[in-house]
């Protein structure tokens, strides 16, 4: 495929995928040619699908703004492409999310998702591509989450049934607590 074949693919793709793929022709593209980052990605494409499918799977392109646009088109959950310094898998719900005790004070960290079984996923500062999940809020100063006090300043995500912590300045590090001490 080349660059003229790729243009004329996206512009056979459906409507409400399109400003997603511009947004791609965009970052891969100089005029009507391909960058040459994205030639071998192209070269072996047989559709707009398989060129995403390439970028995607391309680990060198895990922490780009283009890999995170590829990563939503295709909705697949990409956390599996990166270390958390911490998960927590099959945490049932009760309510609309997460709660994150502050003292008396309870927030609902949302999923980014109906279900009621989430998974929460700490990181360290940049240790994922933050661009591919949904933006939430920060927090700063202690609080509990999931039986551990976390204190510091924390960037809060979701992204598919998955709550994600991104350690932004840590005072020190989680701890366990005893949930009946509470």
């Known amino acids: 495929m080349d660059c003229q074949e790729l243009k004329e693919s996206i512009a056979k793709a459906p409507a409400k995928s399109r400003e997603v793929l511009d947004r791609i022709f965009m ?30 799977r391309d680990e060198s392109q895990k922490f780009t703004l283009l890999w995170a646009e590829c990563a939503k088109f295709k909705r697949r959950n990409w956390l599996a492409y990166f270390e958390p310094k911490m998960l927590v898998e099959n945490v049932r719900m009760k309510t609309d999310g997460v709660p994150i005790q502050f003292g008396s004070g309870v927030m609902l960290a949302p ?5 009621n079984i989430a998974k929460v996923y700490v990181f360290e500062s940049q240790a994922f591509n933050a661009n591919a999940a949904e933006f939430v809020t920060s927090i700063g100063g202690t609080f509990t989450l999931l039986d551990h006090e976390f204190c510091g300043i924390y960037g809060l995500y979701k992204y ?11 005072e020190r590090e989680p701890i366990k607590v005893d949930p009946d001490a509470r």
Request: no cysteine; net charge negative.
């Open 160 to 170: 598919r049934g998955s709550v994600i912590l991104e350690e932004w300045e840590v």
């Open 111 to 115: 999923t980014g998702s109906r279900d």
């Open 27 to 56: 970052y891969t593209t100089t005029g009507d040619k391909v960058k040459p980052d994205f030639a071998a990605h192209l070269e072996g494409a047989k559709s707009y699908q398989d060129f995403i499918e390439a970028i995607y």
